[in-house]
């Protein structure tokens, strides 16, 4: 039966048969219904790979004991043992091909992180030796006196 | 002419017309679904002690590093709050650029450029409460998202495709926690993978390597014999915002009903 | 610069990653889907109910409505980081999501729309295409308007009385299965907000009805506006006209027929926007008598900073004040243009109120974050998300509605009795 009521329906088909013919070209083949079904796994399988080749740039007290063995054993020894390397030397990544030289951090406000004295009961920070950063030397920097690979008292310079 | 019977079998064509596409992007079909539906061995969880944390910021600051979030971008995918109670029972909280710099003032920002200094003897209760994605079992935010563009992964990560968002930001809405956020320089949607590139090396994430108190700890809940999992299973730990039936899978320990 | 942060100041305690992430372009969004949905809606009482006083604006209404269709889908694209990837909608779909049915209902809902307009139209594009078909030696233009009217026949020249009278029942078909999806189309919408669990003001079942409601009133009040505009223009015209040729319809016929239009749509208009303003107050009133944990923050966000956008824009210009204004007997045409612009203005505070002051408080309860809309624009998000944006959005259906006119002639003027 030829009936032209049906002309709008064709082309409406036909668009929905463009769209499933572009489809298959424009996604990714891996994209599909993965382990956590539609609700949470409706996605491109191949990210996962994309997220785990990011590089690591942190690489962590280990990897600095491999060449500076003897700075990392002799801060072992003090309160800072606790601190990673990194933290203020900054993120290894390559080091020592790149970058061959770590900027590091030898602000006040690097120190003043934990020894800004915050007296708050129910929290760790205040048995943190501290001191009031705007009543303590307010304008030359912790390192001058004070050294951070041996942070006791004695070890002022 | 054209009698009713025409035209429901026109409506009928529709209706196969449109289901055909919905079978073609493979969605309809339960029992695949139901077939892949595999266990993993792994589900990472995280640990995190109120108690221990001081504001030192040192995660942020190793987390903006780690994962590439520009360093002075006003976003961040881990941060650390700070509540103080006074005695005449107010809240005062802030978390000045995530605590990229730690906290290293008495003064609260109250945002607008306005502080307000608390005294010491005026304060009840203080603590500090680091926040990070709470990699929910039942993410809202991969609920929501219009394209496949966020999941999780088979190990409970919830993570997100820059190569098919398209930043409508519908996910940042649906997450009640807000971790995410529009990625400076990508432009998709951002958040907190558990620093994905490390735990499946067998690395710390960098947050919880760069904290020196151990106020964050991660492991895998699924191994008995994991010390971060037996602590969730065996000792009392309570969970954000439970109300919402997210089922966060980042615990924390000292929690209080402030705690936003 | 992160996204959002140009145009929101924070105060108090906010989380740092929270910013208005959704602007004005979202304000626009459902009020530009509303309008299409209320216009189609307003089309369709008369096609479906046969409410024959509304036969002048019916087809007006559906051809607006298939303008606006056009629009509504720029305020998304405009809206997202990554526009050109809109098409993954399409591509990927995700159900679980309300805005993935986007693509789907709102395809759908287009089809049924060109395909009413196809009916409605089929003789006149065989009228204008035929004599074009004959004619020899056609010049540049005709050639194209010939290709235009070909193509749209859609290879159909069958005018006999019997196809026609099978264009009336399709013409019927369709507008009664387009009710459904209209109200589908902007109740989903609504639902986008609705769902959203983790904002305390917009997660409410209520919300897919409110949006419906109120869409079929801005829908309603902007054909109206429309519509007298055009028939201003006409009158016009025919002042000028009835000079030389005094065959045309007079300028008085005219304002009988638009005063006799406008009257009746008017009912209509003011029984959805009762309707809608009932559904707003219970909401409220349901969500103070209730007082949940969010109650605090909200009503600090509705009594106090979003006063004067919530109660006096919103209800009082937009609500109240066309109540008056159309329940006063004697409704003239100025008191409708009037009554129907702060109607529009109205619904779209409503839309503002709900998308901006859904983001005016923290996810924390403690915290409060304002929108400053971006004024000058000064580099492309500026521009895409700021006045001159949504502005652009506002005007580009009346552009779309002249051009299209031009294929689809909106009103039967005979140009000779």
């Given at each position: 039966m030829k009936n032209h009521v049906f002309r709008p329906l064709w082309v409406v088909i036909g668009l929905v048969v463009l769209i499933l013919i572009i489809r298959p070209f424009y996604v990714p083949k891996d994209f599909g219904i993965h382990e956590r079904g539609y609700m949470y796994g409706w996605y491109r399988k191949g990210n996962i790979e994309d997220w785990k080749k990011v590089s690591v740039k942190y690489q962590g007290k280990e990897y600095c004991k491999t060449c500076h063995q003897d700075k990392v054993t002799s801060i072992d020894r003090t309160p800072h043992a606790i601190i990673q390397c990194e933290n203020c030397h900054g993120p290894a990544i390559e080091h020592p091909s790149e970058p061959p030289k770590l900027a590091i951090d030898r602000t006040r406000g690097q120190c003043l992180r934990c020894h800004a004295k915050l007296a708050y009961p129910s929290s760790d920070r205040a048995n943190i030796r501290g001191i009031d950063p705007d009543k303590h030397n307010p304008d030359i920097e912790c390192v001058m006196c004070h050294n951070p690979h041996n942070p006791n008292l004695e070890g002022l310079k | 002419m054209i009698s009713r019977r025409d035209f429901l079998k026109n409506t009928a064509k529709v209706v196969a017309g449109v289901s055909i596409p919905l079978a073609a992007i493979e969605i309809l079909s339960p029992a695949r679904v139901h077939a892949i539906k595999a266990d993993s061995s792994i589900r990472w969880a995280f640990l995190v002690d109120t108690y221990k944390c001081v504001g030192c910021g040192f995660c942020v600051k190793a987390c903006k590093n780690e994962n590439e979030i520009?360093?002075?971008?006003?976003?961040?995918?881990t941060w650390v709050e700070r509540y103080v109670l006074t005695k005449d029972g107010k809240l005062f909280a802030d978390s000045p650029k995530g605590a990229r710099d730690g906290f290293i003032s008495t003064k609260i920002d109250l945002g607008m450029g306005n502080f307000q200094d608390v005294k010491k003897e005026d304060i009840k209760k203080a603590f500090f409460v680091p926040k990070l994605c709470n990699q929910c079992d039942n993410p809202p935010c991969v609920q929501v998202c219009p394209v496949g563009a966020t999941y999780q992964a088979p190990d409970g990560v919830v993570m997100v495709d820059r190569t098919w968002c398209i930043g409508c930001g519908y996910c940042i809405m649906a997450c009640p926690y807000g971790v995410r956020f529009f990625h400076p320089k990508y432009h998709t949607a951002e958040k907190c993978n558990f620093c994905y590139h490390r735990i499946t090396k067998g690395l710390k994430t960098a947050c919880v390597q760069a904290c020196p108190f151990g106020a964050r700890q991660i492991g895998n809940i699924k191994d008995p014999n994991d010390p971060i999992a037996k602590i969730i299973t065996t000792e009392r730990v309570g969970i954000l915002k439970s109300e919402f039936g997210t089922k966060p899978q980042v615990f924390y320990i000292g929690l209080d009903e402030e705690v936003r | 610069m992160v996204h959002g942060e140009l145009w929101t100041a924070k105060e108090l305690f906010v989380t740092p990653n929270e910013y208005i992430y959704w602007s004005v372009q979202i304000v626009m969004y459902p009020f530009m889907t509303g309008l299409v949905a209320g216009a189609f809606v307003l089309s369709s009482l008369y096609h479906v109910?046969?409410?024959?006083?509304l036969r002048e604006i019916a087809r007006f209404a559906l051809v607006f409505s298939f303008a606006l269709l056009f629009v509504a889908p720029v305020p998304i694209i405009l809206h997202l980081q990554h526009p050109l990837r809109g098409v993954n909608v399409m591509m990927?779909?995700?159900?679980?999501?309300?805005?993935?049915?986007f693509g789907i209902v709102f395809s759908a809902y287009g089809a049924i729309v060109a395909s009413e307009l196809w009916f409605l139209y089929r003789k006149h594009f065989v009228d204008v295409a035929l004599p074009l078909k004959e004619k020899q030696d056609k010049t540049p233009a005709e050639w194209l308007k010939f290709l235009v009217f070909c193509t749209l026949t859609l290879g159909v020249y069958d005018v006999s009385e019997d196809s026609l009278k099978r264009d009336e029942k399709a013409i019927k078909l369709l507008a009664g299965l387009g009710i459904p999806v209209a109200c589908f189309l902007h109740g989903y919408a609504g639902f986008i907000f609705g769902?959203?669990?983790?904002?305390a003001l917009w997660m409410t079942p209520l919300m897919p009805v409110i949006f419906i409601m109120s869409a079929i009133v801005s829908g309603i009040a902007l054909c109206m506006l429309t519509y007298i505009l055009t028939m201003e223009i006409r009158k016009f015209m025919a002042k000028r006209k009835s000079a030389s040729a005094p065959r045309h319809e007079t300028r008085e016929e005219l304002q009988s027929a638009e005063v006799n239009v406008i009257r009746m749509t008017a009912k209509y208009l003011l029984f959805f926007l009762v309707f809608a303003i009932s559904l707003e107050l219970l909401d409220l009133i349901f969500r103070g008598y209730t007082a949940t944990k969010s109650w605090d923050v909200l009503r600090s966000v509705i009594y106090g900073k979003d006063f004067t956008s919530i109660f006096?824009?919103?209800?009082?210009?937009?609500?109240l004040i066309p109540l008056i204004l159309f329940l006063t007997p004697g409704l003239t045409i100025r008191r409708a243009v009037i009554g129907v612009m702060f109607v529009l203005f109205g619904v779209f505070m409503m839309r503002w109120n709900v998308v901006i002051g859904g983001q005016a408080f923290s996810l924390t309860f403690a915290g409060y974050m304002h929108y400053h809309l971006p004024i000058i624009p000064h580099n492309i998000e500026t521009l895409k998300e700021g006045l001159f944006g949504a502005l652009g959005v506002f005007i580009m259906p009346f552009v779309l509605f002249y051009f299209m006119a031009k294929i689809f002639p909106v009103f039967d003027v005979k140009e000779s009795h």
């Open positions: - | 520009p360093y002075d971008a006003n976003v961040t995918r | 109910f046969g409410i024959n006083k990927t779909p995700h159900f679980t999501s309300a805005i993935a049915a769902s959203v669990k983790a904002n006096i824009l919103q209800y009082g210009i937009g609500n």
